[in-house]
């Protein structure tokens, strides 16, 4: 079955500060990883998009990267701002079998505070 | 354009009632999609459309219809409204399927009781 676990699942931190938030993945065959950031109370908006041959992708202050060997991601914020608090949710897309279905897998997302 | 617009932002439902959830978007996208969001879940496909006329099955269809006459609306029926049912729901639309480089634009969301 495939899955997408993201950790930590809520982490606080200070304005200004640098972090990272992973997930690591189990969904074959991979095509694309995707992360999202949801704020409360709206839909999710999409950061960054990566497929196999890339490893890291950039969005102003975001950054994600893929090893798509070991099946894990990251997304590092740097420069954290108070509008940063939001959940920030890891998407993994298989290649659909007969161009079948969706074939994307939502992690349970990271929920990060960013305090003054 | 106003993207992925939904409606009602907020419903309460008393057990075996029925409704619709609306969704339409403006940027001419094939295919359209519904999403519930559990706490501590990751999103999960309810049903999709590949276009007007054609739509599909998810990863947790139960109790939920769909129809696709146009191009620009998917609304989202609740037979039979569960308990099991209170969660938000999301509608997303991208040109194509969400493959590959494939940006997926999501609604501002319905938020949905059961009672």
């Known amino acids: 079955k495939n899955q997408v676990e993201q950790s930590p699942q809520s982490l606080i931190i200070l304005e200004g500060k640098n972090c990272t938030l992973q997930?690591?993945?189990?969904?074959?065959?991979?095509?694309?990883l995707r992360w999202y950031k949801q704020d409360t109370g709206r839909g999710p908006v999409s950061l960054t998009i990566m497929t196999f041959s890339e490893n890291t992708k950039s969005n102003g202050r975001y950054t994600a990267t893929l090893d798509a060997d070991t099946k894990q991601s990251s997304l590092h914020i740097t420069a954290s701002q108070l509008s940063d608090s939001a959940s920030y949710i890891c998407?993994?897309?298989?290649?659909?079998?007969?161009?079948?279905?969706?074939?994307?897998?939502f992690g349970g997302g990271t929920r990060l505070m960013v305090k003054p | 354009n106003a993207g992925v617009t939904q409606t009602p932002k907020f419903q309460v439902l008393k057990t075996g009632q029925s409704m619709t959830l609306q969704c339409a978007q403006d940027?001419?996208?094939?295919?359209m999609s519904w999403y519930r969001q559990d706490p501590g879940m990751g999103l999960r496909l309810i049903h999709y459309?590949?276009?007007?006329?054609?739509?599909d099955q998810g990863e947790v269809p139960n109790g939920y219809n769909v129809s696709r006459s146009t191009t620009e609306d998917f609304p989202l029926r609740l037979l039979s409204a569960a308990p099991s049912q209170t969660s938000v729901y999301f509608c997303a639309s991208s040109y194509y399927r969400p493959s590959g480089r494939e940006t997926q634009y999501f609604g501002p969301g319905t938020r949905l009781l059961v009672l």
């Open positions: 997930c690591n993945y189990t969904v074959s065959p991979f095509s694309n």
């Open positions: 459309s590949v276009g007007a006329g054609i739509t």
């Open positions: 998407v993994v897309g298989a290649t659909s079998i007969n161009n079948a279905g969706n074939m994307l897998t």
């Open positions: 940027m001419n996208h094939e295919y």
